[in-house]
């Protein structure tokens, strides 16, 4: 490793990658414990503070299990041959600003996919379709096949086995078995795998882009991760998370518990928020050491909508707004980095 051969331009584009690292923590990483404060267990300062912590600890977690996602992310997603540093930065300039935006509407959005879209945005601008392609040129090889089994298995999966498991402990009759003290001790448990799982598959992510720009560079000779760039993300994703992100909270709790109850009658129980948790951990934890990129935010999401349709509805309009909002966070990342790449380099 030559720390010499970094440009102040290349620094520049590290710094970025460590801004939209710290906004994945205050935009993304609500959705990690928002089952635990739907259902009653946590206060949002409570949850902002294991969040914080499970981020940190989850992201360490790779130092040991290793950083398959940030491979996938680096080395599969856009040929890096055919990219360039700055473009690298424009990609998070637009996931920075959508982050942004996203907090201030109070859209609980996919940093996954905003990291996606964005890098599929320059990339086609600067290489067209070759450059989303692998170098054999076969798609089987690409990384976006990677990515569409994460999508498949945090939405259909995910909605799936949250809703068979929940209506098990339903027609057993576990809730009324099981006191919701024990429960609420489950759910303390599940609520750290979701958190540290999101630190882990989701912090990766950013990881892999930093160890492209090292790569391109020629600060690295090969793409390999450093412990110190896990150490470094861990840090800034975990502060990041501090800032918070709790109207993108609310909307996601919105979902399970309608807007007309009142706090002290969630209609998002407890057992329900334990089933979720097991189920959205289980798959983010498990796609992350396959490496695949796999969405906290999808994964959670449609795990609190399975486990609550097994017992009541979830509140139609609040799903619309969510997903309206991963729409439109593949369009505008998309879109503006595609735009900046073709109209500034």
Known sequence: ??????????????????????????????????????????TNKQALRITSAGN??????????????????GTGIVRSDLISIRSIGIAMVATIVWAGVALRLGLPISKTHSLLAALAGIGYAQGGLAALLPASGHWQDSGWVVVGIGVFLAIVCGSALAWFMTSVVIEFGWPEKISDV????FQLVTVWGVSSGHGFNDGLKY???FTLVLYKAGVISEFRVMPWVIVTCAVVMALGTLLGGWRIQQRLEGLVNPPSITPHKK???????????????????????????MSTNHGVTAAMAG????????????????IWG?????????????ASATLFL
């Open 1 to 42: 490793m030559d720390l010499s051969l970094l440009s102040v331009g290349t620094v520049v584009v590290l710094l970025l990658v460590l801004i939209a690292e710290c906004s994945n923590g205050w935009s993304d990483a609500p959705a990690s414990t928002s089952a635990a404060v739907a259902s009653g267990l946590l």
């Open 56 to 73: 940190f600890l989850g992201l360490l977690a790779a130092l040991v299990i290793g950083a398959a996602v940030a491979k996938t992310i």
């Open 182 to 185: 024990w429960w609420k001790r």
């Open 207 to 209: 990881v892999g882009i």
């Open 267 to 293: 209609s998002f129980k407890t057992y329900m928020g334990v089933m979720s948790e097991l189920t959205s951990a289980f798959l983010i934890w498990q796609t992350g050491w396959l490496g695949i990129p």
């Open 307 to 322: 486990a609550k349709s097994a017992q009541g509805k979830v509140h139609i309009n609040s799903l619309v707004r969510i």
């Open 326 to 338: 991963w729409v439109v966070t593949y369009l505008f990342c998309a879109t503006i980095a595609y």
